[in-house]
């Protein structure tokens, strides 16, 4: 795993556009008043989905002055879980699970192929521009190790050829649809979900 960078290139100010000024004020209604700090979670992943699926320094600012709470205390929530991006990531992010389970059932091989595919380093833009990836910690979908994430779906059961074949649609703009790439329905054992497929077909 990566150590988080902050991007070299920031913009001077953030702020929330009207519309998620009034999720922002939502999510405060669920905290008592001398809570509100508490909301830094959700501030910030909103904050994220404001700007491109990652967080500038301005907005952990914004956030920790509306919040009432040290900047610090923001920067530390920010750089602690990976969900928070602090630099560009492709319009396509790639997120490769690489804890124990997913890891024994070939994640090691998904790295190679996004190394190979989409390019060498974490973090960085594909040639194309479009796609970034990086190795994270368990995504808690470990029953269908291995897999990976991209945007806000699952990719799941994967092998090789899978992979590669999601790779390349999200290189050309055309992904492929999320789910098991073993044709199981959710996370049912193999043969149940076969035997249902049957039962529909
Ligand atoms: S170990 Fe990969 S999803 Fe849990």
Known sequence: MSIKKI???????FKFSGENMRKVEQILKKYPEKNKKSAVMPLLYLAQRQNDNWIPLAAMKFIAKHLSMPYISVYEVA??????NLE???KHFIQVCTTTPCLLRGADKIVKLCKENISPNEHEISKKGNCSWTEVECLGACVSAPMIQVNDNYYEDLDEKSTKEILISLINDKPLKPGSYRGRKNTAPEKISINEEDKHA
């Open 79 to 84: 750089t602690f879980y990976s969900m928070y």
């Open 88 to 90: 560009p990531v492709g």
């Open 7 to 13: 991007h070299t290139s920031q913009p001077k100010e």
